[in-house]
């Protein structure tokens, strides 16, 4: 159990063009998941965390507008970088949180490149 | 704030060798504390976990870690590595006050050398 599925798991886009990438709890309902941006050679870092049914909390730093993150269901949740530019090419990582549970679990992974 | 220190940032051991793996995090309460496995290009793995109970825990592959509240450490162990261990490790801590939000260290590349 307890199966998180991110996708696409690869996506090149055009600078200036937006790209969805979606995050689902498979077997179990997730009231919180993180999303993550992982640069070449570098750790995990938080850019927000999104509740369903309600607004996201954006980490300092992250851009709200940019990176627009909708948590409409319990198995749900999208994140868009809207205006993409070659300094969003990063992994992007998601990770899903049952209600009252401490664990998250990790999606696989998008690689976004803009060309 | 919290915050994780892998002190490595690469290590080299040879197969057969054991392995150890440092990971200190900076937080008042008790955290729950991770250790995930990356390969180059790939999502998280996660390794073990602790919440609470025995220090020494086990996880997959032959790994185990031990938290030491003292030293505020949870470094990660194995007695004989395997070439197939080449990868990235990520010590995370997170805690339920900061919304189990996950704070991840620098990581650790290992290389094994035959």
């Known amino acids: 159990g307890a199966v998180v599925s991110q996708h696409p798991s690869r996506v090149i886009c055009k600078s200036g063009t937006s790209v969805k990438i979606e995050c689902r709890s498979l077997d179990f309902q997730a009231t919180t998941m993180f999303w993550y941006r992982q640069f070449p050679k570098q750790s995990l870092m938080l850019m927000a965390t999104?509740?369903?049914?309600?607004?996201?909390?954006?980490e300092q730093g992250v851009e709200k507008d940019k990176f627009l993150i909708n948590h409409a269901s319990l198995t749900l949740s999208t994140l868009t970088v809207t205006s993409a530019h070659p300094e969003d090419s990063s992994f992007y990582i998601c990770?899903?949180?049952?209600?009252?549970?401490?664990?998250?679990?990790f999606g696989q992974g998008t690689r976004l490149t803009v060309v | 704030a919290q915050s994780v220190t892998q002190p490595d940032i690469h290590i080299t051991v040879s197969e057969g060798a054991s392995l150890e793996l440092r990971c200190n995090y900076s937080?008042?309460?008790?955290?729950?504390l991770f250790w995930y496995v990356q390969s180059p290009g790939q999502g998280l793995q996660l390794l073990l976990k602790y919440f609470s109970g025995d220090t020494l825990v086990q996880g997959i592959k032959g790994f185990e870690a031990e938290f030491k509240r003292s030293q505020s450490s949870f470094n990660l162990r194995k007695p004989s590595v395997h070439w197939s261990d080449a990868a990235e490790y990520f010590c995370?801590?997170?805690?339920?006050?900061?919304?189990?939000?996950?704070?991840f260290g620098a990581g650790t590349i290992l290389r094994v050398k035959s």
């Open positions: 999104s509740n369903e049914g309600s607004k996201a909390t954006y």
């Open positions: 995370a801590v997170g805690t339920m006050e900061y919304g189990n939000k996950l704070v």
């Open positions: 990770s899903a949180r049952a209600p009252g549970q401490a664990e998250a679990f």
């Open positions: 937080y008042g309460a008790t955290p729950y």
